[in-house]
């Protein structure tokens, strides 16, 4: 399985916004993105399953938001007010076939190698 390839982060003021893109070769049922923060444990940041609601970090709602194409592939993560402690490498997830739960990174077994998003104040 191809791993999916991520796109949109950089360096961005506090407050600003940034959109992350991901691309899947391939359909999937469940995509998602994780954070690593600096010396903090990998998090999961939002989530799709193929169908249903998405599931996001409850630390994140109302700031991130996740959407997708499903013809295409691609999910994206919309980043508004952006905080010096939202720096952090993003990975994009998805998993063919049977998904668990969509902020757990077990869940998951094709990783992207990652977009660093970098917040300053």
């Known amino acids: 399985q191809v791993p999916q390839v991520e796109s949109g982060g950089g360096s961005v003021q506090a407050g600003g916004s940034l959109r992350l893109s991901c691309a899947a070769s391939?359909?999937?049922?469940?995509m998602g993105w994780f954070r690593r923060r600096p010396a903090k444990e990998l998090e999961g940041v939002a989530g799709f399953y193929r169908v249903g609601s998405p599931e996001y970090a409850d630390s994140l709602k109302g700031r991130f938001t996740i959407s997708r194409d499903n013809e295409k592939n691609v999910v994206y993560l919309q980043m508004n007010n952006l905080k010096p402690e939202d720096t952090a490498m993003y990975y994009c997830?998805?998993?063919?076939?049977?998904?668990?739960?969509?902020?757990?990174?077990?869940?998951?077994?094709?990783w992207g190698q990652g977009t660093q998003v970098t917040v300053s104040s």
């Open positions: 391939q359909s999937m049922t469940c």
């Open positions: 997830v998805a998993k063919s076939g049977y998904c668990g739960y969509a902020l757990r990174a077990s869940t998951f077994g094709t």
